[in-house]
């Protein structure tokens, strides 16, 4: 019952089921062996992510996978989305960022690419295919993982046809709990202290 719980990462729920018993009497053996019970956001992070975590820390080896690390942090830091607590995310229109980023991920959490979502918002006087044809060659990304392209109407002339001419990109990690060391590693920084990373 207990490696149900602690190794497999059961819910009390599916090992009451497992074992043909209630709720209740998995409750007490847990508590008989000293677990505390999973909270609510532990226990739904848990469950949509049965095969653990879907990224892991990789501990810079060079100067090169230092900077990095840094550059991401900074990036995310400068341009991501910190309100949202269930995912990374971090939008812009310049292209060699947003790759920047994307490398950041890979190289320092080791993120499937494939894992990765993207969400496309250009003005009307942009041509949407085209904007999404560039982004899918540029970071080689299949469609597949791109939301619904956004347009938003254009309401005067300027410099933004000139950077925004291929729209704004965000790049979406649905993970909290990243979310979560991203951002406290950040908050260690804007403290001046030097950030915990996982060993």
Request: with cysteine; charged share 25%; net charge positive.
């Amino acid at each position: 019952m207990v490696n149900r719980y602690s190794k497999r990462k059961l819910s009390v729920r599916q090992i009451s089921v497992e074992l043909g018993c209630s709720q209740n009497k998995v409750t007490y053996w847990l508590q008989r062996h000293d677990i505390s019970k999973r909270s609510i956001s532990e226990a739904i992070y848990t469950l949509s992510n049965p095969a653990g975590d879907p990224f892991e820390f990789r501990q810079p080896r060079s100067s090169q996978e230092w900077f990095i690390l840094g550059l991401g942090l900074g990036l995310f830091w400068g341009e991501g989305n910190k309100v949202n607590k269930h995912s990374v995310r971090l939008g812009n229109s310049d292209p060699a960022l947003i790759k920047a980023f994307i490398n950041f991920l890979e190289s320092a959490y080791k993120i499937d690419k494939k894992r990765l979502r993207f969400g496309l918002q250009v003005f009307s006087d942009v041509s949407p295919e085209a904007a999404l044809d560039y982004w899918c060659k540029y970071l080689k990304i299949p469609r597949s993982q791109f939301f619904k392209t956004v347009v938003t109407k254009s309401t005067k002339e300027g410099t933004y046809k000139r950077k925004n001419i291929y729209g704004v990109l965000t790049v979406y990690f649905s993970n909290s709990k990243l979310r979560d060391i991203i951002t406290a590693a950040i908050e260690e920084l804007r403290l001046g202290k030097v950030p915990h990373l996982p060993s």
